[in-house]
């Protein structure tokens, strides 16, 4: 079985031991060199209603349920929630609300693939299982809850500053930008993501938009 890691980022975990994440995530290059083309997990996810949720791919220790998911142009994104009543889902989540685990990681196995010079492009792949691990492979895929993106607004109605990450999650949940157009507009509007020298919160927002939207 092979793996292939996508970043978690822990303002995704709930204190009901609920958990989302982008667990698979299409056209960006891994460091492994693996790119998975959109619409590779399709056919493995029909009909299913749940995949399960390891702990390191040990398959002896399983931590949960992912129990929902949606395929978008970022890639999979999934939901699911830790098996509070099992000691191997309490390390999960301890582990993964602490900043420890850092990752999701697909188990899969390869049905079609082709080679663009040293790139190895998963065509189709048979999904086995989605995993917590600790350090992902993927490291440009970047997650952020719904709930977020109301905390981020607020934060930003109330006059504070967003790190150059949190501007990425913001506009690619809310204008559905890839990660590539994020981290480019990031770069070319907030200049390191700090706005212009003695301009307030809102004033950084709303130049940024109107860039966006220029």
Avoid at 40 to 47: E, F, R
Avoid at 131 to 158: C, E, F, H, Q
């Amino acid at each position: 079985m092979n793996e292939l890691d996508f970043e978690l980022d822990t303002k995704s975990i709930g204190d009901d031991g609920t958990v989302e994440g982008l667990a698979i995530g299409y056209g960006n290059v891994d460091h492994g060199g693996d790119q998975v083309m959109p619409g590779a997990i399709t056919a493995s996810l029909a009909g299913r209603k749940s995949l399960p949720m390891l702990l390191y791919h040990d398959q002896k220790r399983p931590a949960g349920v992912w129990n929902s998911w949606q395929e978008t142009s970022e890639g999979l994104l999934v939901k699911g929630k830790f098996a509070m009543s099992s000691p191997t889902g309490k390390e999960a989540y301890g582990l993964t609300k602490d900043g420890a685990i850092g990752g999701l990681s697909m188990g899969f196995k390869t049905l079609k693939q082709r080679m663009e010079a040293k790139t190895r492009q998963l065509i189709e792949v048979a999904l086995h299982e989605i995993s917590l691990v600790t350090i992902p492979m993927n490291d440009r895929a970047r997650v952020i809850s719904v709930k977020d993106i109301g905390d981020l607004r607020d934060r930003l109605a109330a006059g504070e500053r967003l790190t150059e990450r949190e501007w990425e999650g913001l506009l690619k949940k809310s204008f559905d930008l890839s990660n590539a157009e994020a981290e480019r507009a990031v770069r070319l509007n907030l200049k390191g993501g700090q706005g212009e020298p003695g301009g307030t919160a809102s004033d950084q927002a709303r130049s940024f938009f109107e860039a966006l939207r220029s």
